[in-house]
């Protein structure tokens, strides 16, 4: 488990360039989390897979995120450059969910979201994993954007200067097929949507690859989409909860969520709704990160590397454009505050 301290990587404007400026600040890092059982990938599957292997799956994927989101596909070949990585190696870096598949998804958990308006809007949610990357976090800082990031990633969530904050859930169902990983989806969202309509409008035309529910926040509307395949449901509210199966009655009789992964979403989904509901309109960053810091919201660390346990948690502020996260499993340790660049406008 980690809480020191997380990586903050300054990049710029031009899509190669600012792939360069990552890969090059996290060079080491992620060359040794590429080398490491390929990105950690045959610790948690059976049988492993070879680069080689994957190598017309990747071309696939990448295909698609270069028609549909070029400049995505531009930064990950500056990724690839300052990492000293092959380009089927950052695609890999930014398809690992994909290439798991959602068969491998274990009981414990995997992610708790919410947003809130409140007295002033928030997004805040634990963050699930496996294969212990609370090692990989990082935060860029895109000029646009403060986006979260494990292992290479180029999004994960996050908040920009427009004041819209973007979130997620793993939700499983559909055919999962070459197209945008939803983690990218979200990075383009922040480099182009202005608020919570344009960023669901954006969702409703990119071809995704997996399945996700998306939470979205700005400073004045809160919204999830849920999504299956080419279908997108929409909620909105003045407080919103997910955990990880589907909530919309025309997706939820879709929903392949194993059956204990299914207990556990909903005690999770159970407990911050009851939680929410007792946190006064005023609430400040220190009680959003209190009332995900304790189980069932925050799964602690099992010792498996193949189980999703909670890594960092994460406030986000949209009316402020801050990304506060911290690493680790929840329970303790630094929290870390990330504000815009002075100078950028809002």
Not at 49 to 69: R, S, W, Y
Not at 210 to 229: F, H, K, N, Q, T
Not at 256 to 284: I, M, Y
Request: charged share 20%.
């Amino acid at each position: 488990m980690t809480t020191g301290q997380v990586a903050h990587v300054r990049t710029g404007a031009d899509p190669v360039e600012a792939g360069r400026a990552h890969g090059g600040a996290r060079k080491h890092a992620l060359r040794a989390f590429v080398d490491d059982d390929l990105c950690r990938l045959n610790r948690l599957r059976r049988p492993p897979l070879t680069l080689a292997e994957l190598v017309p799956a990747l071309d696939a994927h990448g295909a698609v995120i270069d028609a549909a989101t070029p400049a995505l596909g531009q930064e990950i070949l500056g990724l690839a450059e300052g990492a000293g990585l092959t380009r089927h190696e950052a695609l890999l870096l930014q398809l690992r969910r994909e290439v798991l598949g959602y068969r491998s998804v274990r009981p414990a958990g995997d992610c708790t979201t919410y947003a809130r308006l409140a007295d002033e809007p928030v997004l805040a949610q634990t963050v699930d994993l496996n294969g212990d990357l609370d090692d990989q976090i990082a935060v860029l800082d895109t000029g646009r954007a403060l986006v979260l990031s494990f292992a290479g990633l180029l999004g994960y969530l996050g908040v920009n200067t427009h004041g819209l904050a973007v979130g997620l859930n793993l939700v499983v169902g559909g055919t999962w097929r070459p197209g945008v990983p939803p983690y990218l989806a979200i990075r383009h969202l922040l480099d182009t949507a202005r608020d919570v309509t344009e960023a669901i409008s954006l969702l409703g035309d990119l071809p995704l690859a997996s399945s996700r529910s998306v939470m979205l926040c700005d400073r004045g509307r809160a919204a999830y989409v849920e999504i299956l395949d080419d279908q997108r449901r929409v909620v909105t509210g003045e407080t919103l909860s997910h955990t990880n199966h589907y909530l919309h009655p025309d997706l939820a009789p879709h929903d392949e969520l194993n059956v204990f992964a299914r207990n556990s979403s909903t005690r999770r989904l159970d407990a911050v709704r009851s939680r929410l509901a007792a946190l006064p309109a005023g609430a400040g960053v220190a009680d959003h990160f209190a009332l995900l810091a304790d189980p069932p919201i925050r799964v602690p660390d099992p010792g498996d590397i193949t189980v999703e346990r909670t890594v960092a948690t994460v406030v986000l502020l949209p009316a402020r454009g801050e990304l506060h996260v911290r690493p680790g499993d929840g329970s303790a340790g630094q929290v870390q505050r990330f504000r815009p660049r002075a100078g950028v406008p809002r």
